[in-house]
């Protein structure tokens, strides 16, 4: 069946203070992500909150730029069962970018708008390539699929199916209301 998840990476900013955003606090420590809300803090100073299941793949443009003021995200949706990945980058309010791929339609599939930046490219040609030595005999593998998301990874140092040994992720709880 494969992920369905949606993930969101904030720059420069702490797993609390990110959490406080959601309105969660957080709660237990895990080697893998299987709460319903999780948080990480990405070896490239990312907090990455992970949302399971993809409840985020189309949210609001006004809430994106509401949480994007004064900072910079990383958004990304990933449906692996349709072969469907979203990467987008928000600043200040403002959508930077986006690129996403519907392996549903066809394989080749692939969509971009705004100012990608310089490595997009470079990803582009290599999962391309790779796409048509695989198209050559018995296709069963979409690479087109990788670059939203390898594109998120290379910014942020997280990819969800790329767990280290030393991994650590946090449940993130409702609060609880106040009296």
Known sequence: MGFSISWLGFLGCGIKE????FGREIGDRSEIFEAPVNAHASEKNWAIIIL???SFPNPPQQYLAAISQDREV?????EEHVMFARAELWRDGRNI?????GGD???RDLHVTGDLPALFEALKQQCFSKQDE?????PEVDFVFEIPLDLAAELTGF???EGTPDSVFFELREKPAQR
Do not use: G
């Open 52 to 54: 399971d299941p993809c």
């Open 159 to 161: 990819r969800h199916d």
């Open 18 to 21: 990110t959490a406080a955003l």
């Open 134 to 138: 695989e198209d050559v005999e018995n």
């Open 97 to 101: 970018w986006k690129v996403w791929h």
């Open 105 to 107: 339609k066809t394989v």
């Open 74 to 78: 990383v958004i990304a949706h990933i």
